[in-house]
């Protein structure tokens, strides 16, 4: 067995996915895929546009094996703490061998390289003054980077899937892991006004574009039930509403909360009438969009600092089939595993406030649904299950 791991979304599958799990069996000899998956809700700052046994169900049928879910606190944090749950959860499985992941430079040296260009910078006076000044991190980490290194390691870092492999490497040294990064080069799908229909690669957003004003997206997708979508616009008006309730201790509470920027956000409840009007009131050149997005959202869903405080506490499965429990059987894993949240939140203290959390924010979910559904359904669904 040569058991791979994956760390991704899949909102939705497509068929660049699918192209990165066939180059990493052909170029790496992969014979096992483990895919840990964000559950009902994104890095962006979004809810996933189909439930995550839909998303699960797709991706078993389309190469992955095992998938197990990136609790909703590190699925709505930042790259930094997107990777370190995920890699947490698949160093604790104990028979990962590898960890692939797309890149547009497609080099794992260079990406190691620039990994640790990331962390020298980082402890460097020159990023901290930057900071303080009250640029970006991106653009902070980006122009102190560039007194210490030359352009070549800059440009490995001035891509977002490049940056997303980057924050991969760190997790996996930060705690020893034996687990060995490789990279696939990724496709680079066309810009919106760029759609070339002789191409069956295109992005994930420009996919859910598509879904959402019920257009084909049979040459870009493998089969998924989109049946029921969700958006954030269906919850826009409850998401408003909680915030305006909301102390400014409350909002400090709100992981990548910093320096003051809860009474920013405080402020701006109180004029904006929209999500949009919203985020562009609180954004600010230190303060990118996806970062506002995540943390309004979490906001709303009630995800504290705390729920970052520990790495995830279990490893919940999704969905798996016969390779699937073959990796299960090769498992040495030192965390609690379980397809059943009921059953994973009688383990311990953390295990329940985990899988408190989980259910909470589904029953939110459910309602961004185009049918909406009814609470609890996180405690009764069942794993998918393939032959």
């Known amino acids: 067995m040569n058991?791979?791991?994956?760390?991704?979304e899949y909102n939705p599958f497509h068929n660049g996915h699918k192209h990165h799990i066939e180059?990493?069996?052909?170029?790496?000899?992969?014979?096992?895929?483990?895919?840990?998956?964000?559950?009902?809700?994104?890095?962006?700052?979004?809810?996933?546009?189909?439930?995550?046994?839909?998303?699960?169900?797709?991706?078993?049928?389309?190469?992955?094996?095992?998938?197990?879910?990136?609790?909703?606190?590190?699925?709505?944090?930042?790259?930094?703490?997107?990777?370190?749950?995920?890699?947490?959860?698949?160093n604790a499985l104990g028979c990962v061998d590898t960890l692939s992941f797309g890149s547009e430079c497609g080099d794992i040296s260079k990406l190691k390289e620039a990994a640790g260009a990331v962390v020298y910078?980082?402890?460097?006076?020159?990023?901290?003054?930057?900071m303080k000044n009250g640029m970006a991190y991106p653009s902070a980490l980006q122009k102190a980077m560039g007194k210490f290194y030359t352009d070549d390691v800059l440009e490995t870092l001035a891509t977002p899937n490049n940056t997303l492999a980057i924050e991969y490497i760190k997790a996996l040294?930060?705690?020893g892991s034996f687990i060995k990064p490789v990279t696939v080069k990724r496709y680079i799908a066309p810009h919106d006004s760029e759609i070339n229909k002789s191409s069956n690669i295109l992005s994930a957003s420009q996919i859910r574009k598509i879904i959402s004003e019920k257009g084909d997206i049979s040459q870009y997708a493998p089969e998924?039930?989109?049946?029921?979508?969700?958006?954030?616009?269906n919850i826009e008006i409850a998401i408003l509403s909680k915030?305006?309730?909301?102390?400014?201790?409350?909002?400090?509470?709100?992981?990548?909360?910093?320096?003051?920027?809860?009474?920013?956000?405080y402020r701006a409840v109180s004029i904006a009438?929209?999500?949009?009007?919203?985020?562009?009131?609180?954004?600010?050149?230190?303060?990118?969009?996806?970062?506002?997005?995540?943390?309004?959202?979490?906001?709303?869903?009630?995800?504290?600092?705390?729920?970052?405080?520990?790495?995830p506490s279990y490893v919940r499965?999704?969905?798996m089939n016969g390779k699937g429990k073959e990796i299960l059987g090769a498992a040495k894993c030192d965390l609690p595993i379980n397809t059943s949240l009921s059953q994973l939140e009688k383990i311990d203290d953390n295990t329940k406030n985990q899988a408190g959390l989980e259910q909470h924010c589904d029953n939110q979910y459910t309602l961004a649904l185009e049918k909406r559904l009814g609470c609890g359904l996180d405690y009764t669904a069942k794993p998918i299950i393939l032959d």
Do not use: W
């Open 3 to 8: 058991i791979c791991g994956i760390i991704c």
């Open 23 to 90: 180059q990493t069996k052909k170029e790496f000899g992969a014979t096992h895929i483990v895919a840990v998956m964000s559950g009902n809700f994104t890095q962006r700052g979004d809810v996933a546009i189909v439930d995550k046994y839909k998303r699960a169900e797709t991706a078993l049928k389309n190469g992955v094996d095992l998938v197990i879910e990136l609790p909703v606190a590190y699925a709505l944090g930042s790259a930094e703490q997107f990777a370190q749950g995920a890699v947490h959860l698949l």
């Open 121 to 130: 910078t980082q402890e460097s006076e020159e990023f901290h003054n930057l």
């Open 173 to 175: 040294d930060e705690i």
């Open 224 to 233: 998924c039930d989109f049946s029921n979508i969700a958006s954030l616009s």
């Open 243 to 265: 915030l305006r309730i909301m102390s400014q201790s409350e909002l400090e509470k709100t992981p990548n909360v910093l320096m003051g920027l809860e009474n920013r956000i």
């Open 273 to 311: 009438t929209s999500l949009n009007e919203l985020y562009f009131l609180v954004k600010t050149k230190r303060y990118t969009l996806a970062r506002i997005r995540r943390i309004i959202l979490s906001a709303f869903l009630g995800i504290t600092k705390n729920d970052l405080k520990n790495k």
């Open 317 to 319: 499965i999704l969905g």
